[in-house]
């Protein structure tokens, strides 16, 4: 069975390297030959989707995704890039001493699966591409974990077979004593050499840019010239009505997308102002000021963003005693007036079949059906009037709406097409969300969760996925789609194979050999043997799987020998996070292996100069930290 093992093993390795199947079939075809083979039974071979780690993994692409929707990551992005510049360098700097940091404190994969969608937008925008950048995101959280004593799980392996053998297991940062030197040795080397060999190879499209995006939509829908600002003064008409009972739609065909509720500079009426602009100082807006609905009542002062035409707009303006706001600053403004976390735009097209082909926007009530405003409609000829105009199949429609309600119309297929990606323009508003505070709270209490150890951090990581969906930080909807199920296969899949390893005895085989025949040679041999065996099979299986299998036998064989434990156990946690040449060795490594369009041969290209370079500043600093005697 054991020769069985390397024999499957052999092939899938194979055939992750050829790239001719996915990645998450070859998983899965390694999964059924271990069971088909009588290896494994169904509970070993299934035993990796109901395991803690692939659960923690999923419900951490939640935490990411939310972090991401509240607009905490593009945040975070724009501050890298203005420590960084334009300069790429700086940047992979800033990166990867930012990623390894917090990695020593959340899970590498928490970290990575927190920073990859920033990181991602920041590449575009300093002119590169995310390949040049994912991989040494990637590695530097691998190399972060090597900081304090839950950065990694190989770390508390090794600590608590220290104290089971009677030893003083390691203290929580004396890691760093070597983590950080090899932090500094991965930035050079990235900087210095790491550069010239990752790919320049695009994948996927650059991010949205929000301010491109609507320039064109409003060229387009001629949105700009029917665009208003109006001030609602003290003795207008419409203060204290609802938009309902003013019949600002109804009678005038005006849409109002917009209430700003502003005072004048020297008048200090509802609290600390926010800025101030052409004499006006602006408040903080709520929900409601940003997508009024019917019942949002109008106040002194209000600034109204109004869509419709002149002649309207002036019939309005003398019947409510309205002034007409300067516009100087209306594009400037427009992004931030028509998008938020909350509410974005979309494009939308009448297919052949809908229902409301015929109807007018009024009569299709798509105001109370799905809480949207139609802005303006297209037709092959240009624009025309949307409150007269019978909508036909292939109209598009400029529609204004929460983020959710957008998405319900991604449902109604027979009905309507939603072009472009809406989902990826949320992500692109730097601005947080009033539920920003919400998810950096529950990212901090996971980090506390997690180091403080009251929970398992498989609960840690679903606690916090939860409080972001019941905090209103994504939907469930965009929870399961936030979820990258290849990547979640293809771990789940490959975990049977460290297991059929240990079932057969075959890992035990190889590091009984290679410990006893080079510990018959001298310590520093030793330490090697111990460093390459046990990043070998940290490039194909867990690395976690990997400590438990090595540092016993190394314990064993240090006692033997007659030398001091801890410089051997060291070594075995630093090597166990040297898994830098495969995109199966971590986790990490897969989850930047599709964003990055990264192949097999680019992480051994990378990763193998990195490899060799920890190698030997361990071998170099180790025994000097942790005497051999």
Known sequence: ???????????????????????????????????????????????????????????????????????????????????????????????????????????????????????????????????????PLAFAANTGGLLALTGTPPNIIVADILAGAGFTPFGYFEYALIGFPLLLASVAYMTLAGQKLLPERPSGEPPIDLGTAVDELTESYALQEDLFQLRVRRGSGLVGQTLSQAGLGRDYG?????????????????????????????????????????????????????????????RAMVHFNLGLQPADDADAQLTGSLLSHEVGLAEVLITARSDYIGQTVARGQFAAKFNIQVLSIRRREGVV??????????????????????????????????????????????????????????????????VTGLVPTVIAALMAAVVMVLGRCLTMEAA?????????????????????????????????????????????????????????????????????????????????????????????????????????GTTTNLMVMTPGGYRFGDYVRVGLPLALLFLMVSLVLIPVIWPLT
Do not use: C
């Open 1 to 135: 069975m054991m020769v069985l093992t390397f024999l499957i093993l052999a092939i899938t390795i194979f055939l992750f390297i050829w790239g001719r199947i996915r990645s998450d079939i070859v998983a899965l075809l390694s999964l059924l030959t271990l069971f088909l083979t009588g290896i494994l039974n169904v509970e070993q071979a299934l035993a990796g989707f109901g395991n803690s780690t692939v659960i923690m993994i999923a419900a951490l692409f939640v935490v990411g995704e939310g972090l991401s929707r509240t607009g905490v990551t593009a945040w975070a992005g724009e501050q890298m890039l203005n420590v960084a510049g334009s300069n790429k360098t700086r940047f992979l700097v800033v990166l990867m001493l930012g990623t390894a940091l917090l990695s020593a404190f959340i899970s590498n994969t928490g970290t990575v699966a927190t920073l990859m969608p920033a990181v991602v937008s920041a590449a575009w925008s300093v002119g590169s591409v995310p390949a040049r950048f994912l991989m």
């Open 254 to 314: 005006l849409s109002v997308l917009r209430i700003e509720p502003v005072v004048d500079a020297d008048v200090n009426q509802y609290g600390p102002p926010r800025q101030v602009r052409n004499g006006l100082e602006r408040l903080r807006l709520d929900d409601s000021s940003l997508l009024p609905g019917p019942e949002t009542t109008i106040q002194a002062n209000d600034r109204l963003w109004v869509k419709g035409g002149r002649e309207s707009i002036e």
């Open 385 to 450: 009037d949307r409150q007269t105009a019978k909508l036909a199949a292939g109209d598009s429609l400029l529609v204004r709406g929460t983020w959710e309600a957008i998405g319900r119309l991604e449902n109604e297929r027979r009905n309507f097409v939603v072009v472009g990606s809406p989902e990826a323009m949320a992500r692109q508003v730097v601005e947080p969300s009033p539920q920003a505070i919400l998810a950096v709270v529950t990212l901090v209490g996971m980090i506390v969760l997690m």
């Open 480 to 584: 399961y789609r936030a979820i990258s199920w290849s990547s979640v296969v293809l771990i789940a899949a490959m975990i049977p194979m460290s297991m059929a390893l240990q079932v057969t005895g075959g890992a035990e085989f190889l590091a009984n050999g290679l410990v006893n025949t080079l510990g018959a040679l001298h310590p520093l041999a030793l330490m090697a043997g111990v460093f390459l065996l046990t990043t070998s099979f940290s490039q194909v299986i867990h690395n976690t799987a990997t400590t438990v299998l090595i540092a016993p036998i190394v314990l064993q064989a240090a006692l033997d020998l007659g030398v001091s434990p801890y410089p051997m156990l060291m070594i075995v946690a630093v090597s166990a996070s040297t898994a830098f040449l495969t995109p199966i």
